[in-house]
């Protein structure tokens, strides 16, 4: 985004006036920039018109007293491109095209749309084909419905989408989270999602940005911005869609953007410290948790119930997700059991039970001792509120909560109080909890998630400013040419990587070949449709002499000609057979014409795509990076050495995969080197299949 671009993006959000294009829409828009509060100059634009919403319409943009700040624009495509080319030529600072038809519709609307950024110059253009925008830290309203959400304190969350619908959805929660500005950036033609997180980075009481993502522009871009973000101290929690083979071609016709592999999405995302949420209410509580309450230091909760139940749902859900809710010391329980009553349990998470509800000279000292004993880095407190009109015991609640939120916030921890269903917290109850800085948390699975989410926000925040990553690769993209196995084992053999020792032959010079090596040998029939051999019948393994070698090559042949009579040749890779591994792994390294260069580990051999137990990393990737992605495997514990059994050299085979990146990284004719199986063995590991793709 350019300067000139960006400050204008800063006068579409925060106008001095704001100029309305169009008819029936932009009356709807008017009356929700007054009811916004908007208290600058409102300017109709409508030729047929005399009023609209109660202001005297201007015939063209060029009849309006001076350049607009901002402008709504609901005319149809042809003109809207016309209109955008006269705000330009006066220097308007940006524009909201609501109208639909461009990229889209496929057609003529790819033209148009390309007319319309060209007409659009160095003009702010959200959209087209959006909602709009909503500051509402200025009071500034460019929305075509009726919206909801407010930011009382002038601090709060920005929320970018590329759905619409899902932002007026957000507008009109009733969960409490204060928002800055909502912004719906419909077909990205001129500013897209990279540029709407780089601008709020920076803009004032923006503490958390949610977004809603379809598709990236560009991943190194946002890789970039994002990294900033966790610089500056502004947690971004990306609701990414998309992921399904259906929802992927619904993200393509819906708004023309791309949908990228999911896990290569998952990869970004922690490598640049992005939370990333699976539904809207996830994202809505941690973006919550995240600006009322801040960031844990650690994983420790101390969590409150005045129920037995409660404080075992909790623990449950904790336990699945990565919370700890650390036991009081038996050695220090005494002095928390005497501010108890005697029905009650020493525990955390603790249910301090009915006798002392409600009253807060007791509770008060409950849960500051509580909080002092488990040394904890954050606070909850479970309450369901009784409906309205049920309200006789609403001041046990309202007592309660201010103990443990005074006992918190005298400690400094991140606090919230946590309704078990999230309906059973009234929009009085929220209000007040956010004025006292403490998140009104929904529900048991979100509220819980949102702590492990900024939790882990603060860890990879730490992590990141000791070791920041390395900016990602440039993407290539060409046709493509396979080489056989000898062919691939070969080049890396050449660069030192651990390759069994080997003979290529025909099979008239089987004997003679296997000579040079060591029994038993495994035999395998190289050729250019022969990339998974064993399903052809091409690999024999455990061959103990010359007489069974000759006799398994007569074999493989029939085998492979039983198979496919085309992928039968006369050439066979001879290899000494290597000591039984700990664990077979898959390595694949290639360049994703979206992400750049990539890497995946995963459980590997023949069950690869039976137990899709995988986890990709971006290049270049730190040997710390590869480290924890097979320690993120579910195969790990095998890796280690599961109940007692030798476990794998893993500074061995880390060293091995760093290796072959340093390989891949170095040599741009690489377009991909896939590695099935890699042996992790006791004392090394080795290259037992191979298959690599260059550029032709």
């Known amino acids: 985004m350019t300067p000139a671009k960006r400050d204008n993006l800063r006068r579409l959000l925060s106008p001095r006036h704001i100029a309305f294009v169009g008819g029936r829409d932009c009356l709807t828009a008017i009356g929700e920039a007054e009811r916004r509060g908007f208290t600058g100059a409102i300017w109709p634009v409508n030729p047929s018109r005399p009023k609209m919403g109660g202001h005297a319409c201007f015939a063209t943009v060029a009849d309006l007293p001076e350049a607009p700040d901002a402008v709504f624009l609901a005319v149809p495509p042809a003109s809207a491109v016309e209109v955008t080319r006269a705000l330009a030529a006066r220097g308007a600072g940006g524009i909201v095209c609501y109208t639909a038809g461009f990229r889209e519709a496929g057609g003529d609307g790819v033209a148009m749309e390309a007319d319309l950024v060209a007409a659009a110059g160095d003009l702010a253009l959200i959209g087209p084909n959006c909602y709009g925008a909503i500051n509402y830290t200025s009071n500034t309203a460019l929305w075509p419905f009726a919206h909801g959400g407010g930011c009382p304190d002038g601090f709060g969350a920005a929320i970018v989408t590329q759905s619409g619908m899902l932002s007026s959805d957000i507008t009109m929660s009733q969960r409490g989270l204060p928002l800055t500005h909502m912004i719906s950036c419909g077909n990205q033609a001129a500013l897209s999602l990279e540029d709407y997180l780089d601008f709020l980075i920076d803009e004032p009481g923006v503490s958390a940005i949610g977004l809603h993502i379809e598709g990236l522009r560009s991943v190194a871009r946002f890789h970039d911005t994002a990294l900033r973000a966790v610089t500056k101290g502004i947690p971004v929690v990306a609701l990414k869609t998309g992921s ?113 509800w409600g009253d807060p000279a007791r509770t008060g000292p409950v849960f500051a001792e509580a909080m002092d004993q ?23 609640y309202r007592n309660d909560a201010e103990a443990f939120i005074a006992a918190a916030k005298a400690r400094g921890l991140p606090v919230a109080v946590l309704a078990t269903l999230h309906e059973n917290m009234d929009a009085g109850t929220r209000d007040w909890l956010v004025g006292q800085g403490c998140a009104p948390l929904l529900g048991i699975s979100e509220g819980l998630g949102a702590i492990r989410h900024a939790v882990w926000w603060g860890e990879r925040q730490r992590a990141i400013a000791k070791a920041p990553p390395a900016p990602l690769q440039p993407t290539v993209t060409g046709a493509l040419r396979g080489l056989t196995e000898a062919e691939s084992k070969s ?176 040599d741009p004719t690489l377009a991909e080197i896939e590695i099935n199986p890699l042996f992790a063995g006791p004392s090394g590991a080795t290259i037992i299949d191979a298959l690599i793709h260059v550029f032709a």
């Open 374 to 396: 488990t040394k904890a880095a954050a606070a909850v407190l479970v309450q369901d509120y009784p409906a309205p009109g049920l309200d006789e015991s609403q001041v046990y």
């Open 491 to 666: 080049r890396l053999a050449a660069k030192g990587l651990p390759i069994p020792q080997s003979r290529l032959t025909g099979q008239a010079g089987i004997a003679g070949a296997a000579g040079a090596l060591q029994f038993p040998v495994a035999l395998k029939m190289i050729g250019p449709r022969l990339a998974h051999k064993s399903d052809a019948g091409a690999v024999h393994l455990g061959i103990p002499d010359s007489a069974a070698l000759e006799r398994a090559a007569s074999r493989m042949i029939e085998a492979v000609t039983a198979h496919d009579p085309l992928a039968v040749t006369d050439q066979f890779l001879i290899e000494e057979m290597v000591e039984r591994p700990v664990a077979e792994l898959l390595v694949s390294l290639r360049r994703d014409p979206e992400f750049g260069p990539c890497l995946t580990l995963a459980a590997g051999g023949v069950l690869v795509e039976l137990l899709k137990d995988g986890t990709s990393l971006l290049l270049p990737a730190s040997e710390a990076d590869i480290t924890a992605a097979l320690g993120s495997l579910r195969m790990a514990p095998v890796l280690a050495g599961y109940r007692r059994a030798v476990g794998a050299d893993l500074p061995a085979l880390t060293h091995t995969i760093k290796a072959l990146q340093a390989v891949f990284l170095a």
């Open 244 to 356: 399904s083979s259906i929802g992927a071609s619904l993200t393509v016709s819906h708004t023309g953007s791309l949908s990228g592999s999911d896990a290569l999405y998952d990869a970004l995302f922690a490598r640049c410290g992005v939370i990333r949420v699976e539904t809207p209410p996830e994202m809505m509580e941690t973006l919550k948790f995240l600006v009322l309450a801040g960031v844990p230091k650690s994983n420790h909760v101390a969590g409150f119930t005045c129920s037995g139940g409660g404080a075992t749902m909790l623990a449950d859900r904790a336990e699945k997700i990565g919370l700890t809710f650390p036991p009081v010391p038996t050695g220090t329980r005494a002095a928390l059991t005497a501010l108890l009553p005697p029905i009650a349990t020493v525990s955390n998470p603790l249910d301090y039970t009915t006798p002392i």
